[in-house]
């Protein structure tokens, strides 16, 4: 792995530990989507939980697609911006640390492409940095929490507005928990269901 963004996933892996908790949600899976650069790296965990499954991974980034390959080479990966994919018929989708590389503008529209990509009953798993009220301000440049060296556009959600913005689209919210973590902060992560 060369990308210091799956080297941190990998050592904060208890912010992800819901993701274990898929294989629960539905007996089996017969497609994954993992939607930006940050889900790509859940794709060998993934395939522990669902052998058989097709797996999707779509992010801007080619080094991230390039080492989620190497983990799992039977994945399917799709090189462009993961907010304008189209596909559908997925069981389970997951966006992680990806609703805060977008802005206010930008996040509605990016949950109902997941909306639309799942099937009616599918599961999204969320998990993003969160904060106690929105900011009404533009991303900003922060360090990246990954890597001393890297800078990265970033906007933190309070949680309650996501959940919001997931009911009014047609999810069903299952589950909610927050983290605390020494180089993020709070971290929210959602279950949802995709109504009938």
Do not use: Q
Not at 30 to 37: H, K, M, N, T
Not at 48 to 65: E, F
Not at 113 to 131: E, K, Q, R, T, W
């Amino acid at each position: 792995m060369t990308d210091p963004i799956g080297y941190w996933i990998y050592d904060n892996a208890d912010l992800f530990r819901y993701v274990g908790e898929l294989s629960c949600m539905r007996e089996s899976a017969g497609r994954i989507l993992l939607s930006g650069s940050f889900s790509s790296y859940m794709a060998s965990l993934c395939r522990k939980i669902y052998p058989d499954a097709r797996i999707t991974a779509v992010s801007d980034r080619p080094a991230a697609l390039e080492d989620a390959r190497v983990e799992d080479p039977a994945l399917e990966t799709v090189l462009m911006p993961f907010e304008k994919f189209e596909g559908s018929s997925f069981d389970v989708a997951l966006s992680i640390f990806t609703v805060n590389t977008l802005d206010t503008r930008e996040l509605t529209p990016y949950l109902f492409s997941l909306h639309d990509a799942l099937n009616a009953g599918g599961n999204l798993f969320l998990s993003f940095p969160s904060m106690s009220s929105i900011s009404p301000y533009p991303k900003k440049l922060v360090d990246a929490w990954y890597s001393m060296d890297e800078k990265v556009y970033m906007k933190r959600y309070a949680p309650e507005d996501v959940i919001m913005a997931l009911s009014i689209i047609g999810f069903d919210v299952k589950a909610i928990e927050s983290d605390d973590n020494p180089d993020v902060g709070k971290v929210t992560s959602i279950h949802a269901v995709k109504r009938s």
